[in-house]
Each structure stands twice: as C-alpha cells, then as structure tokens.
C-alpha cells in the first residue's frame, strides 16, 4: 500500500504564503489523481484542491486563485502552494490518492494563519 508523508505546514501570518509537500512511498501515484483536503475541529473535512494524472487541476472556491497545486512524478511528490493565506485557512492539511484503497491515511500537516 502506498504511504503518503505530508510536510511544510507551520505557522504563518494572514497573507503570507506556505508550500506544503506530500512525498508517497511503496508505490507509484503517477497513475493517480491526487488531492489535498484540509479539517478543523468541528468541521468535516473538504477537498481544497485536486490534480489528475496528466496535470489539470480542480480548485474549491475558497481557495480558487490562491492555491496552486502540482505535482513531480518522477520523484512521487504532489505539492500545494498556498499564497494568501487567511485566518479561515487554518486546519490540518492532508493529501490523498484519490483511489480507494491504494493509500494510507497520513497524520497531515498543521497550517495556523493568525491574522
């Protein structure tokens, strides 16, 4: 089974930027679509943003415009570069494959943005 490692989070005031990492191992995620999502206490969890294989990505609306996200196949990486950052952003980030059953839940990256 895949495990995904996600890193890059921290803390960070209103406006500035982060570039959160998700490395995979045990497996290729090339073949994959990927997806970052994000959860606060109290909240479900939502999907922020998402890539395909072949590189198109898909944006919630929240994030649309400040958030970009890409990924390096060749090293199994998926990235997401957050600009911008709001205090409504802060949650903790987690990437997936978005394919049942091919990955681990990871312990996802804390993101604080204090305003």
């Known amino acids: 089974q895949v495990r995904l490692m996600e890193s890059g989070g921290g803390s960070v005031q209103a406006g500035e930027s982060l570039r959160l990492s998700c490395s995979a191992s045990?497996?290729?995620?090339?073949?994959?679509?990927m997806g970052w999502s994000r959860q606060v206490p109290g909240m479900q969890r939502e999907l922020v943003a998402s890539?395909?294989?072949?590189?198109?990505?898909t944006y919630e609306d929240a994030v649309k415009g400040r958030f970009t996200i890409s990924r390096d196949g060749a090293n199994n990486l998926v990235y997401l570069q957050m600009n911008n950052l709001k205090p409504e952003d802060s949650a903790v980030y987690y990437c997936?494959?978005?394919?049942?059953?091919?990955?681990?839940w990871g312990q996802g990256t804390q993101v604080t943005v204090s305003s």
């Open positions: 997936a494959v978005l394919e049942k059953g091919v990955s681990s």
């Open positions: 045990g497996g290729a995620v090339r073949m994959y679509a």
């Open positions: 890539i395909t294989p072949g590189g198109i990505p």
